[in-house]
């Protein structure tokens, strides 16, 4: 984003440049702590995993936790607080295909996002609920359809 908008990093990190101020969360099955780095670079949850060349950060809970339910990998899902340490913009998986305006404020970074610490009070989607979102990807995997990646 070309814009000034954005929060301040905190002491000696620069701004943040992207279209949210936060605060921002992500979800996943990583076990992470306050401190660490979540990068691009690792398998996709969606379609036939090719590596991601961007990682995923939101400004609401519920996709966050979307994230963390849908996320490959063992054990429960986590989300996390996190910061960016870079620009980053529209996530156009959602904002393109599916939800015109960004309502669900799901942005993509190529730039590291700092774990600032662990959400530990979210609420998972009901099981039909999830089945029903399982259900709709496994349709688009079968479709071809791949998370944008470019």
């Given at each position: 984003?070309?814009?000034?908008?954005?929060?301040?990093?905190?002491?000696?990190?620069?701004?943040?440049?992207?279209?949210?101020?936060?605060?921002?969360?992500?979800?996943?099955?990583?076990?992470?702590?306050?401190?660490?780095?979540?990068?691009?670079?690792?398998?996709?949850?969606?379609?036939?995993?090719?590596?991601?060349?961007?990682?995923?950060?939101?400004?609401?809970?519920?996709?966050?936790?979307?994230?963390?339910?849908?996320?490959?990998?063992?054990?429960?899902?986590?989300?996390?607080?996190?910061?960016?340490?870079?620009?980053?913009?529209?996530d156009p998986n959602l904002t393109d295909q599916r939800f015109p305006g960004n309502p669900t404020r799901s942005y993509r970074t190529r730039e590291p996002l700092r774990v600032l610490g662990e959400v530990e009070d979210w609420e998972p989607h009901p099981p039909e609920v999830l089945?029903?979102?399982?259900?709709?990807?496994?349709?688009?995997?079968?479709?071809?359809?791949?998370?944008?990646?470019?």
């Amino acid at each position: 984003m070309d814009d000034e908008q954005g929060a301040e990093g905190g002491p000696g990190r620069g701004v943040v440049r992207g279209p949210d101020d936060g605060p921002f969360f992500h979800g996943t099955k990583a076990v992470v702590r306050p401190g660490d780095l979540l990068s691009p670079g690792r398998g996709s949850n969606y379609g036939a995993g090719a590596t991601a060349r961007f990682i995923y950060l939101t400004a609401t809970l519920d996709a966050a936790t979307w994230g963390a339910e849908l996320a490959r990998g063992d054990g429960p899902g986590r989300i996390y607080r996190v910061e960016p340490t870079g620009p980053f913009e529209d996530d156009p998986n959602l904002t393109d295909q599916r939800f015109p305006g960004n309502p669900t404020r799901s942005y993509r970074t190529r730039e590291p996002l700092r774990v600032l610490g662990e959400v530990e009070d979210w609420e998972p989607h009901p099981p039909e609920v999830l089945q029903a979102m399982r259900d709709h990807l496994a349709e688009l995997e079968k479709q071809g359809i791949e998370a944008i990646n470019e």
